[in-house]
Structure formats: structure tokens, C-alpha cells
């Protein structure tokens, strides 16, 4: 686990900055409520505290929600393209609730706000 831990650091960014560019780019579409979780994940993953075997679940689940090619793509099944996108995120989320703490979960709903002004939760207006 380890060794691939290292791997995604150096594929993603040592801060894993290219991870949070590609949760950017998903925002623009799948709006805030589906955003939430991401981000939730993305700052517990960057949090030195949690386990690394934790983190690569995280990345796993991450990259497999925010990159473009999916194994069931929503242009050519529709809906089923997004439920394997929203089962996965759901699953370690609930994994890695015990993780989020108040400053995570202060991080996560600033940058929602910033993300998302008018608070409306359509997904089309990212700044």
C-alpha cells in the first residue's frame, strides 16, 4: 500500500494539487451536493493523521469519480453511468466519517461557498 501511496503523491502532486484540480472540474458539473463528499475526502486524505492504507482508498475512489473515463460511461448508459460513480464515493465516505473534523468540515463548506455563491446546488456555476 505503501508503494502505491507514493506512486499517486508523485502522479497527483506532492500535495496532491492535480487531485484537487480534477475535483474542480467535476464540481463545474456535478454540482455542490455531489461535490461535498469529494472534498470531504480530498482534505482527509491530505491530513497527516490518517492511515496511509486509508489514503489509498481515498485516491482509488477519488480518481475513479473525477477522471473522465469511467468503466460505466453516463453518455452511453445514462443513469447507471452515475450510480457506480455515487456508490463508490458513498462507500468510503462512510469509511472515513470518522476522519472529518470541524476544520475539515469548515474548509470543505468554504470552498462549497466560494465554489458555489448563489447556493442553489444545480452544479453549473464554479468560479
Known amino acids: 500500500m505503501e508503494e502505491f501511496y507514493e506512486k499517486a503523491k508523485s502522479w497527483l502532486g506532492e500535495n496532491f494539487g492535480g487531485?484537487?484540480?480534477?475535483?474542480?472540474?467535476?464540481a463545474k458539473t456535478a454540482g455542490r451536493i455531489a461535490t461535498k463528499p469529494c472534498l470531504e475526502l480530498y482534505f482527509i486524505l491530505k491530513d497527516p493523521s490518517t492511515a496511509t492504507n486509508d489514503k489509498v482508498l481515498i485516491i482509488i475512489a477519488l480518481v475513479y469519480v473525477v477522471v473522465p473515463n469511467d468503466l460505466i460511461p453516463f453518455s452511453r448508459w445514462g443513469l447507471l453511468g452515475w450510480i457506480d460513480d455515487v456508490v463508490s464515493?458513498?462507500?468510503?465516505?462512510?469509511?472515513?466519517?470518522?476522519?472529518?473534523?470541524?476544520?475539515?468540515?469548515?474548509?470543505?463548506?468554504?470552498?462549497?461557498?466560494?465554489?458555489?455563491?448563489?447556493?442553489?446546488?444545480?452544479?453549473?456555476?464554479?468560479?
Open 19 to 26: 487531485l484537487f484540480d480534477k475535483i474542480k472540474d467535476y
Open 89 to 127: 464515493i458513498t462507500l468510503v465516505s462512510k469509511k472515513m466519517k470518522k476522519y472529518i473534523t470541524p476544520s475539515i468540515e469548515c474548509e470543505v463548506e468554504q470552498l462549497l461557498d466560494k465554489w458555489f455563491p448563489n447556493d442553489e446546488s444545480d452544479g453549473y456555476t464554479v468560479i
